[in-house]
């Protein structure tokens, strides 16, 4: 008779599993949030001069320098903790092998450790789309009132934190964002400066990147099309030049002055006048990127005389080429269609006849 009933138990002790996750997990309050408030009031993104994002070992900070935002390493508070454990048990084991009025010398606090990193070009817009999420970043019924729920829901010390600055240092705010809710389309939150945890209906997930990597600004060219005077590709197969005529068109300029196809030009400078690294790469010399006799050379001249030139060098475990402004140090890895159409011959922009 037992064995008839114990599917039953089964599904009464999964129901059971259900409503003690519901009733630890679910808002205080089940009101839709209409009555949602800022978290932040008053936060200006035109005041914010420092962010800073870290959770666990992974950190950045991020900088406004002359209007241009620039981001770094960040020495996060648990690798702080770290270094600062590994000094004390030097401090201890150089004391144990000294005299003791060396030992206590030896006691005093070690220096401060310094933020990692070189400062690199952020990308701009991504930064500001970060401070226009925190400036409108909406709370309504609380998840949980009660400290005890901070390790749980993910929003203390081993939660995500955004520390947001402006003048002198000032704080203006600090999140900490938890994990996602119990529906994975909502995400915990909580302002340090609040016992309360909060339930909002949006994913936070990947809003909020501590790799440096995901800031840096992958900008290779941003060239205008409508002010480009020439181009010139030095390739093994010998390349080709193109200049703008008086009449505003371009001409190959071989012994045919072939006139090319207008169409096929905005098109094939859609590709690669304006593009983005797939990576920026760290850890590899232009010469074994192939960079220092590289396979291709792009110089694009525009109409007040700048110029920008782009070398190409051997392919990367990617796939895709090296590649390096030679105007810049980055060596960064071109995406293929980029390279790609940079192959392009006179032939395949000229228009077909007949």
Do not use: C
């Not at 010998?238 to 196809?261: M, Q």
């Amino acid at each position: 008779m037992w064995k008839r009933f114990r599917p039953y138990g089964y599904l009464l002790g999964a129901i059971a599993l259900a409503g003690i996750v519901f009733a630890l997990e679910r808002p205080e309050s089940p009101r839709v949030a209409t009555e949602a408030t800022v978290l932040f009031p008053g936060l200006l993104p035109d005041a914010v001069e420092t962010i800073e994002i870290e959770q666990l070992l992974d950190g950045v900070r991020l900088e406004r320098r002359a209007s241009v935002w620039e981001v770094k390493t960040l020495q996060t508070d648990l690798q702080k903790e770290v270094i600062h454990a590994e000094h004390a048990a030097a401090d201890k084991k150089e004391a144990a092998e000294r005299s003791t009025a060396d030992a206590q010398d030896a006691q005093a606090s070690p220096e401060s450790a310094t933020e990692a990193g070189p400062f690199f070009r952020a990308e701009g817009d991504r930064v500001e789309r970060l401070l226009t999420l925190l400036q409108t970043l909406q709370v309504g019924a609380a998840a949980s009132r009660s400290a005890d729920a901070h390790n749980t829901l993910q929003v203390g010390a081993v939660g995500l934190q955004v520390r947001v600055y402006g003048a002198m240092g000032k704080v203006l705010a600090h999140l900490y964002v938890g994990k996602q809710g119990p529906d994975y389309f909502s995400t915990y939150i909580r302002r340090s400066d609040d016992i309360t945890s909060y339930l909002i209906r949006e994913t936070l997930a990947g809003r909020f990147p501590t790799q440096l990597d995901a800031w840096r600004d992958k900008e290779v060219w941003a060239l205008d099309a409508d002010q480009v005077a020439s181009i010139r590709i030095d390739r093994k197969d010998g390349g080709l030049v193109l200049e703008r005529d008086p009449s505003d068109h371009f001409v190959a300029t071989d012994a045919k002055a072939t006139s090319l196809d207008d169409e096929r030009l905005r098109g094939w400078f859609a590709r690669w006048l304006q593009f983005d690294a797939l990576e920026i790469v760290q850890g590899v010399s232009a010469e074994q990127a192939g960079l220092e006799k590289p396979a291709m050379t792009v110089t694009v001249t525009m109409k007040d005389g700048e110029m920008h030139t782009l070398l190409l060098g051997s392919e990367s475990p990617r796939g895709a080429l090296y590649g390096k402004r030679l105007e810049g140090n980055e060596l960064v890895i071109i995406p293929q269609d980029v390279a790609q159409a940079l192959r392009s011959d006179v032939e395949s922009l000229t228009k077909d006849e007949g």
